[in-house]
């Protein structure tokens, strides 16, 4: 079974304080994402990464940047938390096949941003 | 992308099976279908996918129409830890686009 884990469920912050979240998986998968999911909004992907140091902005990369390490590890950085970023934060990995490639999520981490 | 539709809500009896109806009239032809479900306050979980012919697995089947402009996905015999949002969405070949909808809230009643 693929897991994909993250590193709180829910957390408190801030406003202007550094937000890091944490995500890992453990199926030696390429691609790893993160998405935040908003009533009314659905899933939108924030930035992305293929590779190892590789990353690409997704949808709303703005205030957020990532960093990958690791192949298994995928982190997402709050540069100055905002009120605007309080929201549900998605993890998700996928295996690069060229042809589908289907992304397991993680549990999600709540954030709210006072 | 194409875009799906999902109607917003279901009640199904536990025991019985849900059908969960979703429209992609305008799916292309390297374009899989794939359908997640989300447990409240948690992560999508991925339960089956499909491109033109119909699949089955542990959790559901999927049947998808010749034309490919719908599919149902089916939990043969729903129990209460079922309900949660189930999204159907269409996934382009050799992309990592995934656009979730706002999906259909289904309901497992005793």
């Known amino acids: 079974d693929v897991k994909v884990t993250q590193s709180s469920r829910y957390l408190v912050k801030r406003t202007g304080e550094k937000v890091f979240l944490e995500c890992v998986q453990d199926m030696d998968h390429e691609n790893m994402f993160w998405y935040r999911q908003d009533p009314g909004l659905g899933l939108r992907l924030i930035y992305f990464s293929y590779d190892v140091k590789m990353k690409e902005k997704g949808d709303i990369p703005e205030g957020y940047s990532v960093s990958r390490e690791k192949k298994e590890r995928f982190s997402l950085i709050l540069e100055s938390a905002s009120t605007n970023q309080t929201s549900m934060y998605l993890c998700?990995?996928?295996?690069?096949?060229?042809?589908?490639?289907?992304?397991?999520f993680g549990p999600g981490t709540r954030l709210l941003v006072l | 992308d194409a875009k799906t539709t999902q109607p917003t809500s279901m009640d199904c009896a536990e025991g019985r099976a849900a059908n969960l109806p979703c429209n992609h009239s305008?799916?292309?032809?390297?374009?899989?279908v794939y359908w997640y479900r989300q447990i409240h306050s948690q992560g999508p979980q991925y339960i089956i996918h499909g491109l033109k012919n119909n699949e089955t697995n542990e959790m559901a089947s999927l049947i998808i129409t010749e034309d490919r402009k719908s599919s149902t996905l089916i939990l043969p015999h729903a129990t209460l830890r079922d309900t949660a949002v189930y999204y159907c969405i269409v996934i382009t070949s050799g992309t990592y686009k995934y656009i979730f909808g706002t999906g259909t809230r289904l309901k497992v009643l005793a």
């Open positions: 305008t799916i292309s032809g390297n374009e899989y």
């Open positions: 998700a990995s996928s295996i690069r096949t060229g042809v589908f490639e289907t992304q397991y």
